[in-house]
């Protein structure tokens, strides 16, 4: 596995998203495993999406590339952390699709294994 920090952007801020070793813990504790919630959220039929588990996934994300940002700066620039209402925006603005493709692309690029045999 490979941290992975990547962007979703609205129209007044860009969110850091993160998958690593942290989210996936935390995904697998909620729901037994990545695949898992991968097949909730990536859902071909935009009527059956979960919503509230999409929300839970990327605020997972957003949250954890917040905290690793905030380690590398001084108590008094920190930024807070997001809770769910405002990943509910971000969605919205950002729109399920997208935020889907972004989410689901990070995920992949975290999860690919590299040619085992250069670890030999």
Request: glycine share 6%; charged share 35%; with cysteine.
């Amino acid at each position: 596995m490979k941290d992975k920090v990547g962007y979703i952007k609205t129209a007044k801020r860009t969110y850091p998203i993160c998958f690593n070793l942290n989210v996936l813990e935390e995904i697998q504790d909620t729901y037994g495993s990545l695949t898992a919630w991968g097949e909730i959220v990536e859902s071909k039929e935009k009527d059956s999406i979960n919503i509230k588990d999409l929300k839970k996934g990327l605020m997972i994300m957003i949250n954890e590339a917040i905290d690793m940002e905030n380690d590398n700066l001084p108590v008094e620039e920190r930024k807070e952390l997001v809770n769910e209402k405002q990943v509910g925006r971000i969605i919205s603005e950002v729109g399920f699709e997208e935020t889907t493709k972004i989410i689901m692309g990070l995920t992949k690029e975290s999860t690919d294994t590299e040619d085992s045999s250069k670890n030999v």
